[in-house]
């Protein structure tokens, strides 16, 4: 597609259960981010990928925040056992060094809704 | 990379020019003004950016002061469509530098 896909559009789960967002980014693009926004706050960076290695995850929040990226495309941010107040607009976003790196094309975001 | 200090919330007419300030009066000689953009339940949107000149797309202009500490964004027509909040970001412009997303400014568009 043209733009960044990101997969489940919505995802309402009970506290403790496990999760998978999925971000396909523009083909081309060699950097992906990860951000988190919760109601009425902004954003907050979780990861970044450039390529498949991660060189900066110093936004995951905690230890039950994993990310990981197969080559240069598709990408799977994962949860485990949710909290409540990992509920949140999860926004996946690509770059193309060729723009300069500042340039993020964002998807529309998972929502994730933790009971 | 700088900090950015933008108001909380502006209004405009429909139809009026929008004129969006922001101030970086700490910007690094080699670091850029970046400029988006969210509509609400929607992901941010890249609107424009630029270094020391004036720049102008399909989109906005940007103004930039000569001593560079402080940028405005002109959205010359408004339309209901472009109330959003709006996110000043100062960056280097290569290499690996994520974008950290302040409070930005609400604008709102009335009839």
């Known amino acids: 597609g043209a733009g960044v896909s990101q997969s489940p559009s919505n995802k309402v789960t009970e506290k403790g259960k496990d999760v998978e967002l999925r971000c396909d980014p523009i083909?081309?693009?060699?950097?992906l981010y990860w951000y988190r926004q919760r109601l009425g706050q902004g954003l907050e960076f979780l990861i970044y990928f450039q390529g498949n290695s991660a060189p900066d995850k110093s936004g995951l929040p905690s230890d039950r925040f994993s990310a990981e990226r197969t080559g240069e495309s598709v990408s799977t941010l994962t949860i485990q056992r949710t909290q409540q107040e990992d509920s949140a607009v999860y926004l996946c976003a690509s770059s193309s060094p060729q723009l300069g790196g500042g340039e993020l094309f964002f998807g529309e975001g998972s929502r994730l809704t933790v009971l | 990379d700088a900090k950015t200090t933008q108001p909380p919330s502006m209004d405009c007419a429909e139809g009026r020019a929008a004129n969006l300030p922001c101030n970086h009066s700490?910007?690094?000689?080699?670091?850029?003004v970046y400029w988006y953009r969210q509509i609400h339940s929607q992901g941010p949107q890249y609107i424009i950016h630029g270094l020391k000149n004036n720049e102008t797309n399909e989109m906005a202009s940007l103004i930039i002061t000569e001593d560079r500490k402080s940028s405005t964004l002109i959205l010359p027509h408004a339309t209901l469509r472009d109330t959003a909040v709006y996110y000043c970001i100062v960056r280097v412009y290569s290499g690996y530098s994520t974008l950290t997303f302040g409070k930005g400014t609400m604008l709102l568009v009335s009839p």
């Open positions: 083909s081309g693009h060699t950097a």
């Open positions: 700490t910007i690094s000689g080699n670091e850029y």
